[in-house]
């Protein structure tokens, strides 16, 4: 379980990201990468699954998480505060594919910053549910946003991703940054998760 | 299995929402073909905004939360799943709409779940 949800859902969004262009769409390679709420859950198994497909990735979070997020593979650690303004309708290309686990106004700028035919995996609100752009990334630059829904993936998908997760995960890595926690302490940390206040993954041990 | 277990159940009361860890029986589990024992369950961003309120994602209460679990099948209706097996639950609403894996047992639909390998 230390995937769960968020591994399903990480899964599905680097696939997205990567091979759909690259297989898929017979599009170019997916180099440079960028994951937004990149502590997170989602974020972080997403960090260490496309650095892992070999993209350079970089993380957008909210804290000085700098060894964390290198340890998961990442090259470049930006600050998510640079991106939570308001976007210009198309700003300097800078990436070749997204995966956005946070919403509103850094999913705008990501999407004004991803070069021609990119592909944005877009799966969160942890930010917001808003988002507030224009038409301009897809007519200008073909950017195509792609929704993330890990709820009702076919059990044949599913088995699929598992299976394909496993040899995308390192789990000895994946373990050091897992949590476990009781029932008890879930009523705790479930508050701080709200408040961005948690990183990394928590499993609950519900026989603790 | 034991009769009784513990489980975090979330309640609404007129304006109060309620969180608590209580012993309850396998008569409490009303959903599912499969009875699994759950090891593990995880806390996703979902689960948060489901403990806060129910999220207007929980349509009945009360009602047990988290949105997935892993755990071994102890009783199964359902020809694809016997005794023994290992299982993982995500998805389907599991937590939201049927109750989850905040509990030490769960009952779930079998064509929600994947068996490990
Ligand atoms: N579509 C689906 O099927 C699906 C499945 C799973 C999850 N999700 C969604 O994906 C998101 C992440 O879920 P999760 O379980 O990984 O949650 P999580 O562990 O709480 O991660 C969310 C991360 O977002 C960042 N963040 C939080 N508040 C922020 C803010 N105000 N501004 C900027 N960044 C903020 C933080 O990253 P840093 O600490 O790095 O700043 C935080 O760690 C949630 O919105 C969740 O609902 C969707």
Known sequence: MMLGTAGMTAIQCAFTTKQTREVLLLGEKVNDVIVTGASGGVGSIAVMILSKMGCNVTAATTKPNEEYLKSLGAKTIIKSGDLDKEARPLDKGLYDGAVDTVGGNILANILSHVKPNGIVAACGNASSIKLNTTVMPFIIRGVKLWGIDSVSVSIKRREFLWDEVSKLVDFDLLEKSIKEISLEQLLVEYSKMLEGKTSGRYIVNVNK | ?117
């Not at chain 2, 209580?22 to 009303?30: D, M, Q, V």
């Not at chain 2, 755990?71 to 359902?78: A, F, L, M, P, R």
Request: a positive charge.
């Open chain 2, 1 to 117: 299995m034991s009769d009784n277990f513990k489980a975090l159940i979330v309640n609404q009361e007129g304006e109060k929402f309620l969180r608590e860890i209580k012993t309850i029986e396998k008569s409490f589990l009303k959903h599912g073909d499969v009875l699994v024992k759950v090891d593990y369950s995880t806390l996703n961003f979902k689960d948060a905004l489901i403990l806060k309120n129910g999220a207007r994602l929980v349509k009945e209460f009360p009602h047990i939360p988290g949105i997935d679990f892993s755990g071994t099948v102890v009783e199964s209706k359902s020809e694809k799943f016997k005794e023994g097996d290992e299982i993982i639950q995500t998805g389907w609403r599991v937590g939201e709409i049927y109750f989850g894996g905040y509990s030490q047992f769960a009952k779930v639909n079998s064509n929600f779940l994947v068996k490990k390998t």
